[in-house]
């Protein structure tokens, strides 16, 4: 009986050293893989920001919009991707930071730099509130909760007329001033979306990187392990789905600036599939495949309304949209640039290369 | 009086409601109880029946009337009804043949709910493109639609006939389930698909049965509920919301659980639009929250 | 000799990156045959890949000598092998009558009359005392009855039978032994997985040792019973405790 303490003490000790050593080798490989990372992320980004220069408003509104499902986007990933919540609220916390700008603006009158605090925060605790309520189921039972939380808040939305203005909404925000210059531009608004989307995403890169960003992807691939280890894995869980909530918050204030207007449409069906496409598109375990996925689906959206337009007379693409969508489920479940992607198999096949072993395997891991 | 008139109808109203959702649900319920997917183009099956039906109830109602006055004239609109009806159920079974076959290309539970997901984007918008924005309902034949007096008021018999089948739908499911071989292997796959596949019966097959059945009785809850109650664009949504908000409070897969959680809802939608107006989707959401937070697994569910 | 029932042939099963399967072959001519080895050898992943419920990813499988490699476990049933998998996965939600019910008569036995629900009731009276209960309430020794006479229903040419002994009292294991016996005298074949080197010798014909996903040897029951250093070197146990 008296060895046992020792020894468990010493398992304990063992384990921790392990995780540490774990850990410290994690963490330079993904020190090494940010810096390589922020240099791309320069060379895309000053390219990204000179681009009003050559590119027409509507181009550059186009833009604006696809980052804006592309920070949705990404804070879907964040869980999805990085602890396996696939969570279908994500437009929910977009919603009521939009809500909170509108109705502090409109209904009484507040200046941005009170509401856009407040809406991140109305996000942040919305956010809070349902992780309390999801995280402690997970997989499908998680998308569920997550599902009915978005109900929830379209319910609220729409019934609740006096404060959100029902089925028609807010409208009528106009956009504030920053530096002295008017977002009511096309391109100043552009350049602060993609200042919050590229501070977002290193923001978020760097958290990955720590050690609780390490330990959540522990938590995700061996739950019971990190929880043997002591780490809390809901608390982790709880703290992520706030943390994308913050982040789908930030990309209602942009949109209920460029739209100029919220209503509950932002939390349907439909609104909600852009973000989770633009997700898929990327690949869920990416974070800068979230932003991409995002301008990609725009760009994919506009083309298609205007061919639908020019061949149909139709003005609707959402049945494009839903069918490719599902195309995407089944045929590059994993994004359209992952190694399974039977795109890229098909591609690879084309340049005659070999694509389909890579595949092959890559279906048997999972 | 006119208290005891509103609160007799505000429950009458609650029952009915509750009734239909328990037969939409009950669809929804089934499979995922067997194959762990959420169907989430549920509502829009459900829509799509409302607008199969409509057309083919009005088709058949005006070709009728002019072909065969007589019986047309006979039959108060009974064909053309019974008609739509079940034009509603084959073109449900048609869509869940689809997503069957759509979805055995997908592995995992959440790929496959996701792609669900997109099916119903794309069933919305097409019905949206072929029938438009107003809101339809589908005429009730004479024979089911009299006034019927309950507790000294009169009520409106085709509810009445709702609350009937949604009646007969219970118990038709229970012997189903419970009394049948069909219902053996079902029950069996919901606890253990790998070895209901060991003895020999083909989960494939078993999966495509249960899909068409709850995409039929989808579809006909669609003309049936579109009958007393508008269909337009966004109904999909909503219909998707309550029975969610059913199988969430009842239990999902539970049968039993369905019917509680649809009275449940049922009554708390009536009261609360009756007695509390704009704040009633607060007493509807309150009740969600507080299931999931003290039962994840809704009253009559299984822990997962 | 007659046809072969079961043949495998150099087969190869990964999980992920685990190569869990390295290259088995063996085959099945009837009685029982015994395959024998410790925890995490990949016997159960043999009898699932046979069934077709974990992918091949190398090798063949053929019954009756008909080629059954990765065809989906409802054929494989179909074809004539029963499966009584590694923790009886009954189905809770049924009762005992209704196991059996929903399996009698779906498959016809190749020649003579198969298997009835009645057969099953007479070869385990127990299940008969039993027959209105829900089998998520049954001991485990009922559930393995519950489990093999599911099995026997779908008139099976080789039942696989996974580690029926695991969990149950010794108490229970000896009838058990008895019932498998019988079983296989009545012309049953049988692959028997097992760990209890007790009941592997007291029910095989002929013994396969298994060792990280390889046959590592092939041994009488009787010199297996005798040779305690055979057991230490082939299972690195001894029936003597």
Not at chain 1, 46 to 72: D, E, K, M, N, R
Not at chain 2, 6 to 25: D, K, P, R, S
Not at chain 2, 223 to 228: D, M, P, S
Not at chain 3, 146 to 173: F, K, Q, Y
Request: positive net charge.
């Amino acid at each position: 009986m008296t060895t046992t303490p020792s020894f468990s003490d010493k398992r304990a000790g063992d384990a921790a050293a392990a995780t540490d050593s774990l850990h410290g080798r994690l963490r330079a490989i993904s020190a090494r893989r940010v810096r390589r990372d922020l240099l791309l992320g320069l060379l895309v980004l000053v390219p990204a920001a000179l681009y009003p220069l050559v590119g027409s408003t509507f181009h550059v509104q186009l833009l604006t919009s696809g980052l804006i499902t592309g920070l949705v986007a990404m804070s879907f990933s964040l869980l999805a991707g990085f602890s396996g919540m696939v969570s279908l609220a994500q437009m929910a916390f977009y919603g009521i930071a939009a809500y909170v700008v509108a109705i502090g603006g409109q209904t009484y009158g507040l200046p941005p730099l009170a509401t856009v605090p407040l809406g991140l925060l109305a996000a942040c605790l919305l956010a809070a509130l349902f992780g309390l309520i999801a995280v402690r189921s997970s997989g499908i039972y998680f998308l569920i909760m997550t599902l009915a939380l978005l109900q929830m808040f379209f319910g609220v939305a729409m019934q609740w007329q006096s404060v959100t203005g029902g089925y028609n909404g807010i409208s009528g925000i106009t956009r504030p001033e920053l530096f002295g210059l008017s977002l009511r531009d096309a391109v100043p608004l552009y350049l602060l979306t993609l200042a919050v989307s590229a501070l977002a995403y290193v923001g978020l890169r760097w958290l990955l990187q720590t050690p609780f960003g390490l330990s959540l992807q522990g938590i995700r691939d061996r739950p019971e392990r990190m929880r043997a280890l002591g780490f809390r894995v809901q608390l982790h869980r709880w703290l992520l789905m706030i943390l994308s909530g913050l982040v789908a918050g930030m990309a209602g204030i942009l949109g209920v600036y460029y739209h100029g207007v919220v209503s509950p449409d932002v939390a349907g069906l439909t609104a909600s599939l852009l973000p989770l496409l633009a997700a898929l598109v990327g690949g869920v375990s990416s974070l800068v495949g979230g932003l991409l996925g995002g301008i990609f689906i725009t760009v994919l959206i506009s083309v298609v309304s205007a061919q639908m337009q020019q061949w149909f007379n139709s003005s609707h693409y959402w049945t494009v949209i839903g069918i490719f969508f599902m195309a995407v489920v089944i045929y590059c479940p994993n994004g359209v640039f992952a190694t399974d992607s039977r795109i890229r198999v098909l591609l690879a096949r084309a340049l005659g290369r070999r694509g389909g072993d890579d595949a092959d395997t890559a279906q048997q891991r999972r | 009086m006119p208290s005891y008139f509103q609160f007799v109808l505000t429950l009458m109203n609650g029952l009915t409601y509750g009734a239909l959702l328990f037969v939409i649900a009950s669809g929804f319920t089934l499979v995922f109880g067997l194959m762990r997917v959420l169907n989430l183009s549920h509502g829009a099956i459900y829509l799509l029946g409302g607008y199969v039906g409509y057309t083919a109830s009005t088709t058949v109602s005006q070709l009728l009337a002019r072909s065969v006055p007589a019986l047309h004239q006979a039959a108060g609109g009974g064909f053309g009804w019974l008609l739509g009806v079940l034009a509603a159920a084959v073109a449900g079974g048609l869509v869940a043949l689809v997503l069957q076959r759509l979805i055995r290309n997908v592995h995992g539970d959440l790929a496959q709910t996701l792609l669900t997901l997109g099916l119903a984007i794309t069933i919305g918008d097409l019905c949206l493109w072929i029938w438009g924005g107003l809101p339809l309902t589908l005429d009730a034949p004479d024979a089911i639609s009299q006034p019927v007096r309950i507790a000294g008021i009169p009520y409106p018999g085709y509810r009445l006939f709702v609350i009937g089948f949604a009646v007969l739908t219970g118990v038709g499911l229970y012997l189903l389930l419970f009394r049948s071989q069909l219902g053996r292997i079902i029950r069996a796959g919901v606890d253990n698909r790998e070895m209901v596949a060991a003895v020999g019966i083909n989960i494939d097959r078993l999966f495509l049965t249960v899909f068409i059945l709850g995409g039929a009785l989808t579809g006909v809850s669609g003309a049936i509920g579109g009958t007393y109650l508008a269909f337009q664009p966004g109904t999909d949504f909503d219909i998707l919301t309550v029975a969610l908000f059913v199988v969430v409070i009842g239990g999902l897969g539970s049968l039993l659980g369905s019917s509680v959680g649809a009275l449940i809802v049922g009554l708390i939608d009536s009261f609360g639009r009756a007695y509390f107006s704009e704040l009633a989707i607060f007493l509807l959401s309150g009740t969600v929250i507080l299931v999931l937070a003290f039962r994840t697994q809704g009253l009559f569910g299984r822990a997962n | 000799m007659s046809a072969e029932l079961l043949a495998v042939d150099d087969l190869h099963v990964y999980y992920g990156s685990a190569h869990v399967l390295q290259g088995i072959s063996l085959t099945h001519r009837g009685g029982v045959l015994g395959l024998l080895g410790r925890n995490g050898m990949g016997k159960t992943t043999l009898a699932r890949a046979i069934m077709g419920l974990v992918p091949v990813n190398g090798g063949t499988v053929s019954v009756g000598g008909r080629a059954i490699t990765n065809r989906p476990p409802h054929r494989v049933a179909l074809e004539g092998v029963g499966y009584v998998p590694q923790g009886r996965e009954i189905f809770p939600s049924l009762s005992v009558h209704e196991h059996l019910q929903m399996l009698s008569g779906r498959r016809k036995a190749r020649g003579g009359d198969g298997w009835t629900l009645q057969g099953v009731y007479d070869m385990f009276p127990r299940l008969r005392e039993r027959h209105n209960v829900s089998a998520g309430h049954l001991s485990g020794g009922e559930q393995q009855m519950l489990a093999i006479g599911r099995a026997l229903l779908t008139n099976p040419s080789l039942l696989i039978m996974d580690e029926p002994s695991e969990g149950l009292a010794p108490v229970i294991v000896d009838p058990l032994i008895d019932k498998l016996r019988a079983l296989a005298d009545s012309g049953m074949a049988i692959l028997l997985i097992e760990q209890n080197l007790r009941m592997a010798t007291a029910v095989a014909d002929q013994l396969l040792i298994v060792s990280s996903g390889r046959i590592e040897a092939s041994v009488a029951p009787k010199e297996l019973e005798d040779d305690d250093q055979l057991q230490h070197d082939l299972l690195g146990v001894t029936m003597k405790a």
